[in-house]
C-alpha cells in the first residue's frame, strides 16, 4: 500500500515530468476482501500499456480525496464499499470455526465511502476529468446516492461464475468501434442504470438459458456517459484476470481510457 504522503510525494514529481511528455496521470484505486490487488494490477498494466498515461495504483481508499485527485486526469476504480475493521475469517477457516467450544462470531463488514469523498470524485468529473468504474465498482454506489449519481447506476448481484456472452450494443460509439462481441467466464453482474438506453454499450447473456433470481438471462454489461464537462465509463467484467484479458475486452477497456482522456 502506497501512504497518502509517499502517494503525492509521487505524484508531485511526475507530474512535472508529465508536463514535459504530455502524458496523462491515472489513479487506480484497487483490491477488496474478494479481488486481490495483484491480479487487478497485472490486469490493468496490459490495459494501460502503449497508451500516453502514467498510473499509480493503491489499495488505500483514503486516496479518493482532492488534495490526490487534483493530481489526476482519470480515476480508476475495481474494487468495493466494504471494509472490516476487525478483520474477517478466510475461506479455509470456516469448516474449522464450526466446532469450536467459544465460536466467534463473523466480523461485520463497513462502509469505507464517505461523503466527502463522493463529492470530491463528483467535482473531479464535473471540471472534465474522467472517471472508469469497473466491476464490482458499482457496489460502491449503495454507500452513496452522490457517488451512484456520477458512477451511473448500482450493483444488484450476481451468480457464481459462468460463461456468458458479452454483446456490443451501442456500435457507434467511439469506444466500441472494431471491438467484437466476446465470450468470457466470469461474474455475471447485474446492476442498474439509472440514465438514458443510449448510454449503454455492452450487454451480457448467459446463452445457456441460465437466470439470476429473477432477472433473468441477460444484464448490462457497460454504458458511458458525459458528466459535467467530465466523462464516465462502467464495464461489469473483471472478477478473473482471463476475462479482463480477453482480446476483444483489453481492446474495448482500452478506448475507454482513450475516450474518457478525450483522445478519442
Known sequence: MISRRSLLQVAGVAAISNAQTGRKRVLALIGDRFHNADYIRVALDRVL???NVTVDYTIDYRQLARSVLGNYQLFMCLRDGMIWPDGYFGPDAYPYRQDLENPTPEPKAQNWL???QALALKDFVSAGNGFYSLH???HVSWSSKTYREVMGGSYIGH???????????????PITQGVNDFMVTDEQHYVEYDKGKKDILLEAENIDGL????LGTKS???????YGRGRVV????????HALWNPEYVKLQKRAVQWLLKEI
Do not use: K
Not at 448490462?220 to 458525459?226: D, F, H, P, R
Open 49 to 51: 500499456d502503449g497508451l
Open 211 to 214: 437466470t439470476f433470481e429473477n
Open 234 to 241: 462502467f464495464t461489469a467484467v473483471g472478477h478473473t484476470i
Open 114 to 116: 464517505q461523503e466527502e
Open 159 to 173: 451468480p457464481p461464475l459462468r460463461p456468458f456472452r458479452v454483446r456490443v450494443v451501442n456500435t457507434s460509439h
Open 220 to 226: 448490462i454489461s457497460g454504458w458511458a456517459n458525459e
Open 136 to 138: 464490482n465498482n458499482s
